[in-house]
């Protein structure tokens, strides 16, 4: 299994495509993007929890209940939600794409993200289509990742090479993040792609499991977005035999889709509006697993936990707080606290209670742009992991005036 | 009922002081206070359901079993939590303080707010408490609040007179708030005094079934404190036939009750860390009042819709994705949001989704010091209402260094 290059390209028959089209006001911001398969392609996706749901994901639903789909259109600067007309909208920009790609328009994912509550001019959509599919090509993934971004401040691609019963395949995807991004049981904007052949159920069944451990760990700011989306699209073009059980092949597939996942949410998480640090919980020791997740999250979601590691304070006692409020059962007594990075590591809290530590090399380690806070629960053989950012002036900058 | 001056000194019986001792580095702050009942007092109290909980709780909570108590002596600038010598160190200082006064150990409440997981300078107390004897005055009430605040700006204080039986009653309350405040099933440090003759059993009633509508519906930070305890001591002297049952006094006294908690929530809420608005958000139209309350704790909640306060941004989709996530069942086709303030009242969402509304009249609205932001969800009876404030660039700031 190695690491490639060609994000949602990577895989056989996959094409992409950005341009500007209107909807940002910056003309240098690419705003749509598509991804594009020779063939039908297998597809599986999970939508967020959130009651207020984006028009694009109703629409989507629909056009995956067969399972199949062979294009993924996608705009930014506008979430096509809360607006009267959002459904319809979504369906003609379906429609267009379809039409310019010679499919069906049923075989479309949409998505859209952006400003929630603002009309979506569909004519700077339509205007675009054509050079948007004039341009896909094999080199595009860079180019459709830069038009799912928002506030994003780096483009999130991967791409994942390993073998199946002989047979080469790639998996690769793109994603977008930054702010309203705290999944529940979805995720935000997720695109893979992949050339494995597998089964419909099976697929979803990958991906509905994977999600838990990856996309739903992280947080940036608490707020579970009304337009999280990811899809999956296996075209089979690796021509392994069908996976169509839990067998070797499919373990395999787990795995390949798991590294895509992992890289994806740690580059969400690093990139979270405003962020300086990419913050990650890694909890071991919980009799349950659920434990261990729980935990997890509440530390990387603590406001003030963030705001002490942009601060590079090693203030302790908020991730005892958190832990304390996680709703997690768990012996406060046994909690071991240690902060990690390049620097090393070092014990701040034994069995609930501080130890003393030096400040400095605390201060050394907590400077540095990825810090692992790892919590030792002492009371079991489970462990996981959560992702986030540290709390910034640029998250205030950012979120006091976004729509302006 | 009306407001009156005094604070926990208001109601017959009562004094209260507060010095520097030398917890606090800086010496024009004080970090100590007492509050002093002439003759022993029926006492209630709630206390954080964080499952770390402060040293001073446990103590307390043992010293309130009869439901009696006479003192509340209380810290500023270090929580006493998570140090393995904690539970010591607050029996010690309620023996300490006891001696002084010449009263029972077990009839004192001990309280401590400040950092977490840093041994308490016990010396310092005993250095400080014959001073805070001595100044024990019926003007005290204002030392007292000062005694208790850590990153407060605004001392907190109230108090209210009211008959009961022909009797006049008073009862006032101090408050600390500020940071970490996400208060669930019991709420941040407020110590309330009445002269009302009240049972052990009506007083805890009383003050348990407010807390849900009252501190329970605010928040500052999403973080809920180790150290979170309301108590209220009842001394009887304002000679009313005592309550000792659901009838009209009781109804009186919780008006009375609710009126000083409402006043010290919104003061938390105002003065949260770094705020420059209060915020409320009241929720109408809900089928069950637990709706109500999930919808209004969720949007006071949101980083992004605090952080569009703060910009004075009518970012309302915000609000509609934090009711949206909230867990409460609501049909989102019905909800109307208007954001109100003194300067009017502006409606930007209708059946979920956006009307046209005039941004610039949006903005004086929402440049005021306190926004209702009022959401109808036109399905039900029920309403509620839930306090917190803007998130500030000096949240960030007081946080990211709150040791040093």
Not at 109 to 138: C, D, R, Y
Not at 248 to 262: G, H, P, Q, R, Y
Not at 365 to 376: D, G, M, P, T
């Amino acid at each position: 299994m190695k690491i490639i290059s060609g994000g949602v390209c990577a895989a056989k028959g996959f094409t992409a495509s950005g341009v500007h089209c209107g909807i940002r006001k910056n003309r240098t911001k690419k705003d749509l993007a598509l991804i594009f398969s020779q063939v039908p392609a297998t597809a599986a996706a999970v939508y967020t929890t959130n009651l207020v749901k984006g028009a694009p994901l109703i629409v989507t639903k629909k056009h995956l209940s067969n399972g199949v789909a062979q294009a993924v259109i996608c705009n930014s600067g506008n979430a096509n939600t809360c607006n009267a007309n959002g459904i319809e909208i979504a369906e003609k920009m379906s429609l267009a794409i379809a039409n310019e790609l010679k499919i069906n328009k049923d075989d479309i994912v949409v998505a859209s993200t952006g400003v929630i509550g603002q009309p979506l001019n569909l004519s700077a959509i339509e205007s675009g289509i054509p050079t948007l599919v004039e341009k896909l090509s094999a080199n595009g993934s860079l180019d459709a990742a830069e038009g799912i971004m928002t506030t994003d401040v780096a483009v999130k691609e991967v791409a994942i090479e390993f073998t199946v019963g002989g047979k080469t395949c790639r998996i690769g995807g793109i994603a977008k993040g930054s702010g309203m991004i705290h999944p529940n049981m979805a995720t935000m904007l997720v695109f893979i792609t992949t050339d494995v052949k597998i089964s419909a159920e099976m697929l979803s069944k990958a991906l509905k499991s994977d999600i838990q451990n990856t996309f739903n760990m992280i947080s940036i700011d608490g707020d579970t977005s009304t337009n999280d989306m990811v899809t999956v699209l296996a075209n089979g073009m690796a021509e392994n035999e069908e996976i169509n059980s839990e067998n070797e092949d499919f373990a395999i597939f787990m795995k390949a889709l798991n590294t895509v996942n992992v890289t994806l949410c740690r580059a969400i998480a690093g990139d979270g509006e405003g962020a300086t640090k990419l913050l990650e919980c890694s909890v071991s020791g919980a009799k349950e697993l659920e434990i261990a997740k729980k935990v997890a999250k509440s530390v990387i979601c603590s406001s003030l936990t963030k705001a002490a590691m942009f601060g590079a304070d090693a203030n302790w006692g908020r991730v005892l707080c958190a832990i304390g409020y996680s709703g997690a059962d768990v012996d406060v007594q046994k909690i071991d606290v240690a902060f990690k990075s390049a620097k090393g590591v070092i014990d701040v809290c034994k069995n609930g209670s501080g130890v003393d530590f030096s400040e400095e090399k605390a201060k050394e380690i907590l400077l540095e742009k990825e810090i692992i806070i790892a919590v030792n629960l002492n009371d079991g053989e489970c462990s996981s992991s959560a992702w986030g950012c540290d709390l910034t002036y640029d998250y205030v900058k950012i979120n006091g005036d976004y729509r302006t």
